[in-house]
């Protein structure tokens, strides 16, 4: 099947693709499983009988965030990684593209999908970590908590893309899956310390390691998990916005190297 002939696009088939990911997803027993694990987990660690220890308190927030945020990412994934190898292996992406629908409103709907079901989890999860932390520590920072949400969500909005455009570059989605991973959590636990590598370096090595270091997405901006954990104050809300357009900027950058790589694409049957 040749390419859709371009064209305005329509916003009505971005959502209406949104709408079919997001019910696709809710399907599967994929969150529920999730959620699960960190329903039991939370009420374990929450029921100790030292829970009132400041030092304690901040370990167990700790490792219950922790394991939202690998949630989280297990969700947002899983769930882009299959979005456009099902559609090919189903041959559900013929009459899609036939309707016509664009390949640019195509990847948008994918996108969008995935990312709302992201939030939705997101909500899920830390509405039940809140209410074990309020019920133990009698306070509940409802401002550190929207940044914390929001920002985590920013951060999903770029994982989601980048799978998005691993997903019209890998044909399986198990290496697009295990490929992006690798690649996330590299990016979390080592992109920021890239800088300082750099300056111990010299010469092109360390312009070399500049360049990816600004090239990279900075995930890590978006783990303020202390905020909850420690129960600091907000954040400066100058800095909450610029990361919040940094992360529209490169997840809109992804998706529309993901759409220069999907419309070159023939689909015939």
Not at 25 to 32: E, H, L, P
């Amino acid at each position: 099947m040749s390419s859709v002939t371009s064209r305005n696009p329509d916003a009505n088939n971005v959502f209406a693709i949104a709408g079919v990911v997001i019910k696709e997803m809710y399907r599967r027993k994929d969150f529920y499983v999730l959620f699960a694990l960190i329903v039991v987990i939370t009420l374990i660690l929450g029921s100790v009988s030292f829970f009132n220890d400041d030092r304690i308190v901040r370990y167990v927030k700790d490792g219950c965030l922790l394991l939202i945020w690998l949630c989280s990412l297990v969700i947002a994934i899983t769930t882009a990684a299959r979005q456009i190898p099902a559609e090919r292996e189903s041959r559900t992406i013929y009459p899609l593209l036939a309707k016509p629908v664009g390949r640019g409103e195509f990847v948008a709907g994918k996108f969008l999908g995935c990312w709302l079901a992201c939030g939705v989890s997101l909500l899920a999860f830390y509405f039940f970590f809140g209410l074990i932390a309020a019920s133990r520590e009698h306070t509940l920072p409802f401002l550190a908590y929207f940044q914390a949400i929001w920002l985590h969500w920013m951060c999903l909005s770029i994982v989601v893309a980048l799978v998005i455009l691993g997903s019209v570059v890998f044909t399986a989605p198990s290496s697009n899956a295990t490929i992006s991973f690798i690649v996330v959590l590299g990016i979390m636990f080592a992109g920021g310390h890239l800088n300082g590598i750099a300056i111990q370096m010299r010469g092109f090595s360390g312009g070399l390691v500049y360049g990816i270091y600004y090239a990279l997405p900075h995930l890590e901006w978006y783990d303020v998990r202390e905020l909850i954990i420690h129960n600091w104050g907000s954040i400066d809300w100058l800095a909450w916005g610029g990361a919040s357009i940094y992360a529209i900027l490169y997840s809109g950058m992804l998706l529309a190297c993901a759409w220069m790589v999907f419309r070159r694409r023939t689909f015939v049957l």
